[in-house]
């Protein structure tokens, strides 16, 4: 069993009071287990023919990865919220993301990718507009194959909160054509951990 070590500060997830940081190992079924209602989500998520549709869309522009790159670097070096990344909340899917994250407090962001990594919708925007060199994306596109990924509890740049990752693929017929990742936070899982 793959262990995911979580370096949690001020004992997050532990009882009781705790100084500095402590470390918490949470075995990968532990953590499917606290996360089972949202990967259904998820999963149900990516179902959405919205999705699907915008994803489907996006990858018959067949973007080229040099422009997908330069895009990223533009995306990177702007704190602002640029035409191009407000595009990508105001499109359908990026609407849907949005009321979806707004309106359930255990989330803190969601995107949808293309079948190269590159964001088709995003809420809120994220640190970067290329998905597709990072684990997320390539463990859930999964060479076309498409499977659910969960990421480790981490510190997310965009939303400056700690949280896990849920990428989930999105299929069209058995074809995989993109991925949708949400992140959870850690407050859920501490909910959810402390019930137990």
């Not at 075995?27 to 549709?53: F, T, Y």
């Not at 255990?106 to 060199?133: C, H, I, M, R």
Request: negative net charge; without cysteine; proline residues 4%.
């Amino acid at each position: 069993m793959r262990t995911i070590a979580f370096l949690l500060f001020l004992g997050l997830l532990l009882p009781g009071p705790v100084s500095g940081q402590e470390e918490v190992e949470i075995g990968e079924q532990e953590l499917r287990d606290l996360l089972h209602n949202k990967i259904r989500v998820v999963q149900h998520l990516a179902l959405n023919p919205a999705l699907l549709r915008d994803a489907r869309r996006q990858n018959t522009t067949k973007l080229d990865l040099n422009e997908i790159k330069k895009r990223d670097e533009e995306w990177k070096n702007s704190d602002d919220l640029t035409h191009f990344k407000r595009s990508l909340q105001d499109n359908v899917s990026g609407r849907l993301l949005k009321r979806i994250v707004s309106s359930n407090p255990d989330f803190n962001e969601a995107f949808l990718t293309d079948d190269q990594g590159a964001n088709v919708a995003a809420y809120p925007a994220t640190s970067d507009y290329w998905q597709g060199d990072e684990e997320k994306w390539s463990e859930s596109f999964n060479g076309g194959e498409g499977r659910l990924f969960l990421g480790p509890l981490e510190r997310d740049a965009s939303t400056d909160t700690y949280a896990v990752q849920i990428s989930a693929p999105i299929f069209d017929g058995p074809e995989t054509i993109g991925v949708l990742v949400v992140g959870v936070t850690l407050d859920y899982l501490s909910e959810k951990r402390g019930a137990r």
